[in-house]
C-alpha cells in the first residue's frame, strides 16, 4: 500500500506539470514518451518486444503527436491519415518479408492496440489546441477518468452486490459503474462551472455538458474493460512496471485512451464553449 501511494504521488508530480504546461514541448515530449511506451508494452504483451524488425517498424508511429502539434491547422487531418497508413503498410511489409515470421494475430493485436493507444494521446494535443495549447478543456478527460475510476471503485464497495462483467474483471459492480457515471456527469458540470466563473468560458449547454460526462464516463469504463480483456486474454497481471503497484502506461491510462477521443469527437460535433 505504502509503494502504491508514494507511486501515485511520484506519478502527480510529473503528470500535473506536464498537463499545466500543455502548450509546451514539454507536453508533447510526455506524450511521445507514454505513446512510445504504450507500443513497447504492447509488444511486451504479445512476446514481440525482443523481435527487433518488427519493433523497430512499430516506434515511428509515437511521432503522431508530434505532427498533430506542429503541423498546420490546415494540414494536420491531410497529414496524419496517410502517417498512419504509412505505419502500417512499413509493419506489414516488415512482416512480409521476415523469413520467421511471428503468428499474424499477434502482430495484428499488437499493431491495432498500438495505434488505439497512441491516437488517444495525441487527441490530448489536439484537445489542448482547441484552446491554444492550454489544459482547460483537455482537462475533462482527465477529469472523466480520475473521477469515473475512483467513484466507482468507492461505489462498488459501498453498495456492490452485482458483478459488471467477472469473465473480464471480477471486482467490477454494476453499482459501481452506475455511481462512477453518476458523479463523473456532476463532476463535468462542475468543472464546466468553474471555467465559467474563473477562466471566463461561456458554456452554451449544461445539457450538453452532461450529456458529455455520461457519455465519457461509460467510455471510460469500457475503456478499462477493454484493456483488462486484453490482459486476460495475454495471461498477464500489467502491461508493465513502470509505476510500481498501478502497472505501465496502459494499465494507468487504459480508460483516458478511449475518452480522449471521444471528447475531441464529441466537441468537434457540438458547441458546448
Not at 8 to 28: A, E, K, M, N, R
Not at 143 to 154: F, G, M, R
Amino acid at each position: 500500500m505504502l509503494v502504491r501511494t508514494l507511486s501515485s504521488i511520484v506519478f502527480l508530480l510529473v503528470v500535473l506539470p506536464c498537463i499545466y504546461f500543455s502548450g509546451t514541448p514539454l507536453f508533447v515530449a510526455f506524450v511521445v514518451f507514454i505513446s512510445v511506451r504504450a507500443i513497447y508494452e504492447m509488444l511486451r504483451c504479445n512476446g514481440l518486444h525482443k523481435n527487433i524488425p518488427l519493433s523497430i517498424s512499430m516506434y515511428p508511429l509515437s511521432f503522431l503527436p508530434i505532427l498533430a502539434r506542429y503541423v498546420d491547422d490546415n494540414r494536420v487531418y491531410e497529414i496524419i491519415f496517410p502517417f498512419i497508413f504509412t505505419c502500417s503498410l512499413l509493419v506489414l511489409s516488415v512482416y512480409t518479408f521476415m523469413k520467421e515470421k511471428p503468428e499474424l494475430g499477434k502482430v495484428i493485436s499488437t499493431w491495432f492496440f498500438s495505434l488505439f493507444a497512441v491516437c488517444g494521446f495525441t487527441s490530448l494535443i489536439l484537445l489542448a489546441d482547441i484552446t491554444e495549447g492550454t489544459w482547460h478543456i483537455m482537462f475533462f478527460a482527465f477529469v472523466a477518468a480520475w473521477v469515473t475510476d475512483s467513484c466507482a471503485l468507492i461505489t462498488g464497495l459501498l453498495f456492490g452486490k452485482h458483478k459488471l462483467l467477472p469473465s473480464v474483471s471480477p471486482k467490477k459492480t454494476i453499482e459501481g459503474a452506475i455511481g462512477g457515471v453518476f458523479f463523473c456527469i456532476a463532476a463535468f458540470v462542475l468543472y464546466a462551472k468553474l471555467l465559467e466563473l474563473f477562466f471566463d468560458y461561456q458554456i452554451e449547454s449544461y445539457v450538453l455538458i452532461a450529456l458529455c460526462g455520461f457519455i465519457c464516463s461509460l467510455v471510460a469504463v469500457t475503456g478499462d474493460l477493454l484493456f483488462s480483456a486484453v490482459k486476460r486474454a495475454s495471461g498477464i497481471k500489467d502491461f508493465g512496471r513502470l509505476m510500481p503497484g498501478h502497472g505501465g502506461v496502459l494499465d494507468r491510462f487504459d480508460s483516458l485512451i478511449s475518452i480522449a477521443i471521444v471528447l475531441l469527437m464529441f466537441l468537434s460535433v457540438t458547441n458546448i464553449f
